[in-house]
């Protein structure tokens, strides 16, 4: 629509056919700036002051004709106010008024009494004489301007003229008045639908979505009551998800059959209904006509020509839905039905980022000479179905596991959850590593023709030193040994998990020296539209060299290799043994949970020194049994610590164990074996007691040199 | 049970349970183990045998519960008989702390059955 001229730009337009001066300068006073802001209304009101004074009348009136052209309706008044407040309409050709617009001129009434009047107001107010004129506007007949006297007066030729006139440009100044506001409210309904779907929505969760989009909606079409059904899975149904007016559809969980009654036909044709009479239409929910709608207009909520759902509007007062109201409802629909679908679909991918988040171990529950480190990176703009774990197996294994579930989304993250948990249930039961993949695969297969991944599984075992691997359909493991120098595993040649129920899978040891990294990760680390896997794996292995610290090798890894925007999801787990030191130091909490931890470390620095297998046994129990004082006696309830300090020295290895508290003397029978026991394992047993807690020294010589 | 050990239950006969602990024993799951080992013990038991032959650590606390456990079975009449591989650092610690002379020892688990029936 292109912007009409304002009422005051229609000033000069006015002012420019004066009749005299006084005409001129009341018209000029008239139509100044100020009109420009005045409703359609005040303009009248504006109008009919000016004239009744111009022409020394002691009433005025306008009278528009309506939609159908039938009809005049009294719009402004001035003296005879009771014509607007009571409504009056005139047919046209009936009574003074609608002559004038029949015969489309001026009409005088010298004696109201011997004239043909139609309205009864006109002799109640005791209006002697009248003089009326059309309203015209580029040869279209807008309604009429009247002017009337309480005294007899008999209105001039001049008169009838400076009446013309000025109706004239009354007419002018109204229609385009009329124009400009249509215009107006036709913008800001325009903008109302803009606001169907703003900004602020994206932040709503589809619930307080779908009522913020009825408010707007139903305040945009002025009607009493507002709905929206969403088709069900399945496509059957449709379901109320949020009402307005009419809250019981949802109260109730209202569902309507796809093609019965008014949504339902509006679904099933996927074309917007207008029911103009409630009473006399195909209804299919009761409660519409239980809360008094007479009126109804739906439309389909659609998505590229897929219907989503249905949004209807309905008034508790008959209502002609014009074609306008139609397109209007159908284009918040379409706004709506938008900003539905992007909400579904991000509440979905936040349900399925939340439970794969959760899927993935936040901390991974180490395990003492294996240092590990994880990285999860989304991608972009999908969800994938990259997962991993690790775990500690039995004392002092380790399990990393990578996959990549096939699918994305919910589904993906369902199947990822059952895949965890079953494959922590079978290695923890203690079944060997082939056998735990076999099972895994065989229940995937049960889960049905979804439910598949890859795997790559491997148990650390850091006291042998050695690696068990089992690969499904997954890119090889790289380590990097104690050299720095990187290179890949072979892979184990098992199909990916869930293809079919008799794949056999066989774990593949290896060693793995102390000071040597292993590596898991997924395809896309390796792998893109761009890059070949041979050219990624290349690339993997060259950055992966030298690397001896798991955060520092998935920090480069992920700086070097991994898109800004990944196009795939990518996971990594990085597990280090690292090299034994020449002497062992460490604080422990007093918690007889370290202890296993401790042992673990006291046996691989005792064998690294050389110790026999039998010497070796001796000092880990003599120092365990030190540690397990400190923890036991040392201290009452609360957070303590102790510390541990193993050197080896000239054949001669030394472990002392200091606590920070006071030993309490041994409980109970069967007790106070600890020091017997030290004093029988090794040469020297030293237990100081102090006032700043215990130390207990223990030395034995080995009988060969370190390897 | 914590991942340090496990127990591994068997019967022969009804009247005598054989409770293999597979992994290591320490102040921190001991009492778990006792917890599972007292329970495979009934009237009806005629001995109890814990085989320590996949035991790969013992310390103190689990020589203690070996201790108690013998006295506990002794006063009910009931006898308790030890599996330990010779040679083992399993078998120095009973040693050491005089177990091997209250309890009786076995190389195998099936010397120790023949002994118990």
């Not at chain 1, 949004?311 to 159908?330: A, I, K, N, S």
């Not at chain 1, 039998?614 to 004082?629: H, P």
């Not at chain 1, 394992?681 to 102090?690: C, K, P, Q, S, Y």
Request: proline share 5%.
């Amino acid at each position: 629509m292109t912007r009409s001229p304002s009422p005051a730009e229609l000033a000069p337009i006015i002012a420019a056919v004066p009749t005299d001066e006084s005409v001129l300068a009341a018209l000029q006073r008239v139509t100044d700036s100020a009109l420009a802001f005045m409703s359609e209304d005040d303009l009248l009101a504006e109008l009919l002051a000016r004239i009744s004074e111009i022409l020394g009348t002691d009433t005025a009136a306008i009278l528009l004709l309506d939609e159908s052209g039938e009809l005049l309706r009294a719009r402004a008044a001035k003296g005879i106010e009771e014509e607007v407040e009571q409504r009056v309409t005139i047919p046209v050709g009936k009574g003074f008024a609608g002559r004038i617009v029949a015969q489309r001129r001026a009409i005088v009434i010298d004696d109201i009494d011997k004239a043909d009047i139609y309205n009864p107001i006109l002799r109640q107010k005791g209006i002697r004489s009248m003089l009326g004129v059309p309203l015209v506007s580029e040869g279209r007949v807008l309604g009429v301007l009247h002017v009337g006297t309480l005294t007899p007066r008999r209105f001039t030729d001049e008169d009838r003229d400076l009446l013309q006139r000025a109706g004239d440009r009354a007419a002018l100044a109204i229609d385009h008045a009329q124009l400009y506001f249509a215009e107006r409210a036709a913008r800001q309904q325009l903008e109302a639908l803009q606001q169907v779907t703003d900004a602020a929505l994206a932040y709503l969760s589809q619930e307080e979505l779908l009522n913020e989009l009825l408010d707007r909606i139903s305040a945009i079409l002025r009607s009493d009551t507002a709905a929206i059904l969403m088709l069900e899975e399945g496509g059957r149904l449709l379901r109320a998800r949020a009402a307005k007016g009419i809250e019981e559809e949802v109260e109730q969980r209202v569902a309507i059959p796809i093609g019965k009654g008014f949504a339902g036909r509006i679904a099933a044709e996927s074309r917007a209904i207008v029911i103009e009479d409630v009473d006399h239409a195909d209804i299919a929910n009761p409660i519409l006509r239980e809360k008094g709608i007479r009126s109804m207009l739906g439309v389909p909520l659609l998505i590229e020509g897929r219907v989503l759902g249905v949004l209807h509007v309905g008034t508790l007062t008959p209502r002609h839905f014009t074609e306008e109201d139609r397109d209007l409802l159908q284009h918040a629909a379409d706004r709506a039905a938008l900003a539905i679908e992007h909400a579904q679909l991000s509440e979905q991918r936040r349900l399925a980022e939340a439970l794969q988040r959760r899927l993935l171990p936040r901390r991974i529950a180490g395990i003492p000479g294996v240092e590990v480190a994880t990285r999860y990176m989304p991608a972009s703009d999908s969800l994938g179905g990259d997962w991993y774990d690790a775990f500690a197996l039995g004392p002092g294994r380790i399990v990393l596991a990578v996959g990549d579930v096939v699918g994305h989304g919910l589904g993906a993250a369902a199947i990822m959850a059952q895949l965890r948990t079953a494959l922590r249930a079978y290695a923890i039961d203690g079944h060997p590593p082939g056998e735990v993949v076999e099972r895994v695969n065989r229940l995937m297969w049960q889960l049905g023709p979804t439910a598949m991944t890859t795997l790559a599984y491997l148990v650390v075992d850091p006291m042998g030193e050695s690696i068990d691997l089992v690969t499904a359909g997954h890119p090889p493991p790289l380590v990097i040994g104690p050299d720095g120098e990187a290179g890949y595993l072979p892979l184990t040649g098992g199909v990916a998990l869930g293809v079919t129920p008799t794949a056999r899978y066989t774990a593949v040891p290896h060693a793995l020296r102390l000071g040597s990294t292993v590596m898991l990760y997924t395809d896309g680390l390796v792998e893109s539209r761009v890059q070949p896997i041979d050219t990624g794996l290349e690339r993997l292995r060259g950055l992966a060299s030298g690397s001896f610290d798991p955060e520092a090798l998935c920090d480069a890894v992920t700086a070097d290799l991994v898109p800004e925007r990944p196009a795939d999801d990518i996971a990594m787990i990085v597990a280090r043994l690292p090299a034994v030191p020449e002497r062992l130091t460490g604080t422990w909490p007093a918690d007889k949970d370290v202890l296993g931890d401790v042992r673990m470390l006291l046996r691989r620095w005792l064998r690294a020194r050389g110790a026999s297998e039998e010497e070796a046994y001796d000092i880990l129990v003599a120092s365990q049994e030190a540690c397990a004082n400190a923890v036991e006696h040392a201290y009452g309830p609360g957070v303590r610590s102790f510390d541990l300090d193993a050197r080896y020295e000239a054949g001669l290895v030394t472990v002392t164990v200091r606590d920070h508290g006071h030993w309490r003397p041994p409980r109970g029978t069967n007790r106070g074996r600890g020091l017997p026991m030290m004093e029988a394992l090794m040469e020297r047993v030293d237990v100081a007691h102090t006032d700043k807690g215990t130390v207990v020294v223990l030395e034995r010589h080995l009988t060969r040199k370190a390897a | 049970m914590s991942w340090l050990a496990r127990v591994v239950e068997a019967w022969q006969d009804d009247d005598v349970a054989v409770a293999a602990v597979e992994g290591e024993i320490d102040s921190s799951n001991v009492g778990e183990i006792a917890e599972r080992v007292r329970a495979m013990v009934t009237n009806r038991s005629m001995a109890l045998v814990v085989d320590l032959a996949e035991t790969t650590y013992i310390d103190s606390a689990g020589i203690n519960l070996l201790f108690t456990l013998g006295a506990e079975l002794k006063d009910r009449q009931q006898r308790m008989l030890l599996v330990v591989a010779p040679g083992s650092g399993i078998a120095r610690m009973l040693s050491i702390t005089g177990l091997d002379a209250e309890v009786p020892t076995h190389p195998t688990r099936e010397a120790a059955l023949a002994a118990a029936g």
